[in-house]
């Protein structure tokens, strides 16, 4: 018996070592393979490289870039000769010879292009190279590629099958001549059995300790991708960051722009009504400063209204006239390189949404449509109208809807981008250059109104997003027309408080309550306005800037309507800031720049409101 273990034993190791002899053989065939796959993955790439550099050399003519063409065509010789060395499959060095005829071949068409070039034969150079490009010696290249990377597969497949039929039958015969071989051990002595038993408790030992090793890798490697995770969203956050910091910045950039807008229209006003009869060509003037104010004001108000935070009223719109009025917003942001075209398809279809937060949803895709071009090329906005069924498009219900869209002609994106497009923070832009929110803000947007978003993208052909919003089917109510800035408008005589930091804005506010016929006390410091009004006890009404050092303006009216509850009280802003609305109370609030008819009436609203003759108004002149 003991005999009869020994021989066993030594079968085992016998049939053992042969079956890890063939096994080893067939996992070198099998990385042979891998290794054929990827040279000629790396050869199609090399070629592909090579002749978009001879391309780039046809147009530049700069020898370091014929250069780099010359270099690459070396390599792609250099991958056959190394993929001719590696594979040993009779039928795959048939078409390694056939690839490298192609190649020969291929070259002698390149290399005709390339020395036109180099003599500066512009034209000659463009119609070779345009002729190579149509050449069967391309396809050949890509034919065979294929074909040599078909073959492997399979003999891939093939060899995997062998290694797993190897491992299959060694397992099997090793799993007879064990059971033998332990019986016999078994059955001779209780020696054999004893240490039979030490090997195996020493092998489920190695057992457990690479099991625990393997936790420990996966381990470090779970916590090594949470910290690039982490940082990765840290530094998303700081973007974010900054740009609630620019936010911050625009608003206040625009409240001084604002004050100094408020001092300009001020005065072209009390010039206005200063002028003689004879003025006629002084009036004309100041018309055109005063308009150029009033759009620089429109402007100011866009800005503030880029930097807030909080939604404002959803109103009904014309989708058509909306795009129309953002064409020099998007000439601006685009840049001369983009051709922007505008198609109104919408028929009048009107929209019942946020301007600014719409305005900013077309903004962004369009500046995305920009990235995607490279800066250059055509983007298409274009408005239609859709008649949907329920869940057609999204979550959107049935009925008519209004489709915005906005197309390029960029790189289109691959289908596991649309996939994730509309996840927050996830970008393909480069670090610092976007934040990931943007398709995710205009998903939420299009949602909570009730429509749906489609993309329809392909590779190399360009991207159009489109917008599907519920039509708004209500009738518009129609806005009573605004007097102009030089209809005077007749008052009572008042005593007015003017509480303003900006001396100059003071001074302007002052000349045009004179202007109006009213008395006005001015007063630079919000802490001094109550001694005023002890002195002053008169006053019928203040006027108060909103945001002013040591104090702000509601902080102050908080304070004196204590103990001076007569009062009227009107703010004038030009950014309100951080300020809540609920701070400024039920009084009247005027948008700084204003004119002199928008301030008389909203002196008259704050009187009336002190009476409680009129209903709740903000005054926006």
Request: aromatic share 4%.
């Amino acid at each position: 018996m003991a005999m009869l273990g020994a021989a066993t034993l030594v079968a085992l190791i016998v049939i053992l070592g042969g079956a890890n002899r063939q096994r080893d053989q067939a996992l070198e065939l099998q990385s042979r393979s891998y290794d054929v796959m990827i040279l000629a993955r790396s050869l199609s790439a090399t070629i592909a490289r090579s002749e978009a550099s001879l391309g780039r050399y046809v147009i530049s003519g700069d020898r370091q870039v014929g250069q780099l063409y010359s270099e690459d065509w070396s390599l792609a010789g250099n991958q056959i000769d190394r993929l001719d060395r590696i594979t040993e499959n009779r039928e795959q060095q048939h078409r390694i010879d056939a690839l490298r005829a192609a190649y020969l071949e291929r070259g002698r068409d390149l290399s005709q292009t390339a020395l036109s070039t180099a003599y500066h034969k512009n034209r000659q150079a463009y119609a070779l190279y345009n002729q190579a490009g149509k050449a069967p010696a391309l396809a050949e290249i890509n034919r065979l590629l294929d074909a040599i990377i078909a073959r492997e597969r399979i003999l891939l497949g093939g060899r995997t099958q062998a290694v797993m039929g190897t491992v299959d039958r060694s397992s099997r015969i090793a799993g007879v001549l064990s059971v033998f071989g332990t019986l016999l051990v078994l059955g001779a002595i209780v020696l054999g059995w004893l240490t039979l038993s030490a090997d195996t408790e020493r092998k489920v030992a190695e057992a457990e300790a690479d099991a625990a090793r393997q936790r420990a890798a996966e381990l470090a490697a779970a916590v090594t991708a949470a910290t690039d995770e982490l940082r990765a969203q840290e530094a998303k956050l700081r973007q974010v960051q900054k740009m609630e910091a620019v936010g911050q910045l625009t608003g206040g950039i625009a409240h001084d722009f604002n004050n100094m807008l408020a001092v300009v229209l001020g005065g072209l006003e009390l010039a206005r009504r200063s002028l003689d009869g004879d003025g006629a060509a002084v009036a004309r003037h100041i018309d055109s400063a005063a308009e150029g104010a009033n759009r620089a004001a429109a402007l100011t108000r866009r800005l503030l209204a880029f930097s807030r935070e909080d939604s404002l009223k959803a109103e009904s719109m014309v989708a058509g006239e909306l795009i129309g009025g953002m064409s020099d917003l998007l000439d601006r942001t685009l840049g001369d390189a983009i051709t922007l075209v505008a198609n109104d398809g919408s028929a009048g279809w009107r929209i019942r949404v946020d301007r600014v937060q719409i305005e900013n949803a077309i903004l962004n895709l369009a500046v995305n449509a920009r990235d995607a071009m490279n800066g250059r090329g055509t983007l298409t906005i274009a408005t239609g109208r859709a008649t949907l069924s329920e869940g057609e498009v999204g979550e959107c219900g049935a009925g008519d809807h209004v489709t915005m869209s906005v197309t390029d002609t960029g790189t289109g994106m691959e289908p596991a981008v649309v996939e994730r497009v509309f996840e927050p923070f996830f970008t393909t832009k480069p670090v610092g250059k976007g934040t990931g929110l943007g398709l995710s803000q205009i998903f939420a947007l299009v949602r909570q109104l009730g429509g749906g978003i489609a993309i329809d993208t392909e590779v190399g052909s360009g991207t159009t997003v489109t917008l599907y919003l519920p039509r708004d089917t209500a009738t518009p109510i129609a806005l009573a027309p605004e007097p102009t800035a030089a209809v005077a408008i007749e008052s009572a005589t008042l005593d007015i408080l003017v509480v303003e930091d900006d001396p100059r804005v003071l001074a302007a506010t002052m000349g045009a309550l004179d202007e109006l016929g009213h008395r006005a006390v001015s007063c630079d410091d919000p802490l001094a306005a109550p001694g005023m009004l002890e002195r002053h006890a008169d006053i019928d009404l203040v006027i108060s800037d909103v945001l002013m050092p040591r104090q702000t303006g509601p902080e102050m009216i908080a304070e004196l309507t204590a103990r001076f509850p007569h009062l009227a009280v009107l703010f004038v802003t030009g950014f309100a800031g951080e300020a809540k609305p609920q701070a400024f109370g039920d009084h009247v609030l005027l948008r700084k720049p204003f004119t002199l008819a928008g301030l008389e009436r909203a002196i008259d609203a704050a009187m009336a409101r002190r009476q409680r003759l009129a209903p709740d108004t903000i005054a926006a002149e």
